[in-house]
Each structure stands twice: as C-alpha cells, then as structure tokens.
C-alpha cells in the first residue's frame, strides 16, 4: 500500500512539474508579449515626442479656415493686381504654396487621428495581457494548493504507517 501511494504520488509530482513548466512557459511567452508592446508604445510616443509640433483637431480646423481666408485674399488680390504678368506668377506661387499648406494640415489630421486608434488598441492589448497574468498567477498558486494537498496526504500515510 505505502509502494502504491508513493508511486501515485510521484506519478502526482511529474503531472504537478510538467503542468508547472507549462504554466511557466505560458507566463514567459506573455511576459515577453508585454515587454515587446510596452516597447512598441514608447517608441510611438517618442516618436510624437520627436515631431512634438503635430497639431489637434482645433488648431487643423483653425489653420485650414486661416489658409480658406488666405485663398480667398488671393483671388481678390489677383484680380485687383492685373496689372503686370510677374505679380500673376507671384500669386499663383502663392496659391500653389497654400494648396500645398492644406494638404499638409489634413494629412497631419488623419496621422492624428490614426495615432490615437492605434494606442487604443495597444490599451486594449495590454489590459488583456495583465488579465491573462493574473489569470495565470491564479492557475500557478492553485497548482501550488494542490502540491501541498499531495504533502498533507503523505504526512497522514506516515501517520498511520508509524502507528
């Protein structure tokens, strides 16, 4: 009998040591997971950090009616200033430079906007990876319980072996 439950009892211990080492491989693979969007995180808000001049939303709305009203002023100073070919020149330069100025404000607008989606969806990733933590945390101390179940039951064999 003492022969039988000591061999379930290390047959118990190996279930008990490959299901740990899965655990831990488990806890490896998602500690490195974290570490590798943590990383990802703070290399996009350096990078933000490195173009620190990206504008919000009201500043963009506010720089496009300016360059709205600087288009507007253009065309009423083209056709004030007919007078000589050099100024028309100068004043489509101009009208091209503000063409360009907006389409610069409204992709600035969209990397915004795309930025904050994609650290949202880093949130989220995170908040299931500290669930998954715990999870395994959890499932880690319940295998410890049961390691110590398997040594109370042991004691309570010696006990009644010794008697």
Same mark, same amino acid.
């Given at each position: 009998? /003492?022969?039988?439950?000591?061999?379930?009892?290390?047959?118990?211990?190996?279930?008990?040591?490959?299901?740990?080492?899965?655990?831990?491989?488990?806890?490896?693979?998602?500690? =490195?997971?974290?570490?590798?969007?943590?990383?990802?995180?703070?290399?996009? /808000?350096?990078?933000?950090?490195?173009?620190?001049?990206?504008?919000?939303?009201?500043? /963009?709305?506010?720089?496009?009616?300016?360059? =709205?009203?600087?288009?507007?002023?253009?065309?009423?100073?083209?056709?004030? =200033?007919?007078?000589?070919?050099?100024?028309?020149?100068?004043?489509?330069?101009?009208?091209?430079?503000?063409?360009?100025?907006?389409?610069?404000?409204?992709?600035?607008?969209?990397?915004?906007?795309?930025?904050?989606?994609?650290?949202?969806?880093?949130?989220?990733?995170?908040?299931?990876?500290?669930?998954?933590?715990?999870?395994?945390? /959890?499932?880690?101390?319940?295998?410890?319980?049961?390691?110590?179940?398997?040594?109370?039951?042991?004691?309570?064999?010696?006990?009644?072996?010794?008697?």
């Amino acid at each position: 009998m /003492f022969h039988e439950e000591n061999n379930g009892r290390m047959v118990d211990h190996e279930k008990y040591k490959k299901e740990l080492e899965k655990v831990h491989k488990e806890l490896d693979t998602l500690g =490195d997971q974290y570490s590798q969007l943590v990383e990802d995180v703070t290399k996009m /808000f350096d990078w933000e950090d490195q173009n620190n001049r990206v504008i919000s939303d009201e500043e /963009f709305k506010q720089k496009q009616m300016d360059v =709205d009203k600087d288009m507007e002023k253009l065309a009423i100073s083209k056709e004030k =200033d007919s007078d000589g070919i050099g100024k028309m020149k100068e004043m489509e330069k101009l009208a091209q430079e503000l063409k360009e100025m907006k389409c610069i404000y409204r992709s600035q607008g969209e990397i915004i906007r795309n930025t904050r989606k994609e650290r949202d969806g880093f949130k989220k990733e995170r908040d299931w990876l500290i669930e998954e933590k715990k999870r395994l945390e /959890f499932l880690v101390g319940d295998l410890m319980k049961a390691g110590h179940g398997n040594k109370d039951k042991l004691e309570k064999i010696k006990s009644i072996l010794s008697e």
